[in-house]
């Protein structure tokens, strides 16, 4: 018997958030981006190429991110990203406003008053 957890969907906005938390503690390229949230979530979230690079570019053009061409570690060329000031803001803006989502969520899930 599988005891892994199904994989969940992604909420509308979230994957931006998760692209600016990882990307918070350093420059990555797409694959390590995705791996990243798909470890660090126990295999939870999977984030699929045709969502992770139309996201990454909205972030670049929006100013949250940069990205530059480099060696991988493998000798390949490959994009890296890189979070700029104005990403590392918005993160902080995104993170306030996902906790307070999170916190009404459990108030409607576990009501402390319920009859």
Do not use: C
Not at 8 to 24: K, P
Not at 58 to 73: F, N, V, Y
Not at 86 to 104: C, D, N, P, V
Request: hydrophobic share 40%; proline share 3%; aromatic share 6%.
């Amino acid at each position: 018997m599988n005891s892994k957890p199904p994989r969940l969907e992604m909420l509308q906005g979230t994957l931006d958030l998760l692209i600016l938390q990882t990307l918070r503690i350093g420059q990555a390229h797409g694959h390590a981006i995705a791996k990243y949230i798909q470890r660090t979530s126990e295999d939870l979230l999977q984030v699929e190429t045709g969502s992770l690079y139309p996201a990454l570019h909205r972030l670049e053009t929006k100013g949250w991110i940069t990205a530059s061409w480099e060696t991988s570690d493998k000798g390949k060329r490959a994009k890296y990203y890189k979070l700029t000031a104005a990403g590392r803001k918005q993160l902080a803006e995104e993170h306030s406003k996902w906790a307070a989502f999170a916190r009404a969520v459990a108030l409607i899930l576990n009501p402390a008053n319920e009859q």
